[in-house]
């Protein structure tokens, strides 16, 4: 079956410590993002990519970094300058252009990040 | 960024019919979608309205007034399985891309039996 699949499920972080976090997606859709959703809070866009080997900040990128090599693969690298990582992390997809002015974001499972 | 309210909880019990609210301020709008989010689970796509007018899918409806920047997301013969956070989502166009959602705090809502 077709979908977006987020690792690892849970995540710990230590100080001073890179993580990355897996996105893949089989839906053959162009562009994907990364939210970050904390409680009682909505989702804040981290980074998107329309196509591949390009993508935009979004309104809360400092301290995050990613990369798009492949159009099936988005990984999110949560950085040792991202202060307060300990947050739900949502990737998305979705088709782009004129194919998807109708269609909804699809969105992983999630992976929540703790600081050790 | 831009504004998008909607009450932070609500409450009703099993079989009445909620009106959750969602009101918006951007340019460049071009669309607005309803998402379901049970705790601790991904966002589902509930409805999508980029035209004035309601949209009706099953025991779930969604208005939209581009005029008056409102949508609100009618749920009728409610479930226990409908409590949960909806999330109003906004996309503004970006140039002559499809552009980016801007998303709510969202309503969390509580059915009792």
């Known amino acids: 079956d077709g979908g977006i699949t987020q690792s690892p499920k849970y995540l710990f972080r230590k100080e001073g410590q890179n993580v990355t976090l897996s996105c893949e997606q089989n839906l053959n859709h162009d562009a994907m993002y990364w939210y970050r959703q904390d409680p009682g809070q909505g989702l804040r866009l981290i980074y998107y990519s329309q ?28 950085t040792s300058a991202q202060k307060n990582p300990t947050a739900f992390y949502l990737c998305a997809s979705s088709l782009a252009g004129t ?18 | 960024g831009q504004n998008i309210d909607q009450p932070t909880e609500m409450t009703a019990t099993e079989g009445a019919i909620v009106q959750i609210n969602c009101t918006y301020q ?24 980029v035209l004035d007018g309601l949209e ?58």
């Open chain 2, 26 to 49: 951007t340019s460049g709008f071009n669309g607005l979608f309803w998402y379901q989010q049970h705790a601790g689970e991904a966002p589902t796509f509930l409805s999508y309205n």
């Open chain 1, 99 to 116: 194919r998807g002015s109708n269609q909804p974001q699809h969105f992983g499972d999630g992976t929540r990040l703790s600081i050790l």
């Open chain 2, 56 to 113: 009706e899918k099953g025991r779930f409806s969604s208005f939209l007034s581009r005029s008056k920047g409102y949508s609100y997301l009618l749920l009728k013969e409610l479930q226990m399985k409908d409590s949960a956070s909806y999330l109003c989502a906004v996309r503004r166009r970006r140039g002559s891309t499809l552009g980016r959602l801007y998303f709510g705090r969202g309503t969390q809502l509580t059915v009792w039996p």
């Open chain 1, 51 to 78: 196509i591949v080997n390009d993508f935009q900040k979004g309104d809360i990128a400092e301290g995050y970094s990613v990369s798009r090599e492949k159009k099936e693969s988005f990984p999110l690298t949560v």
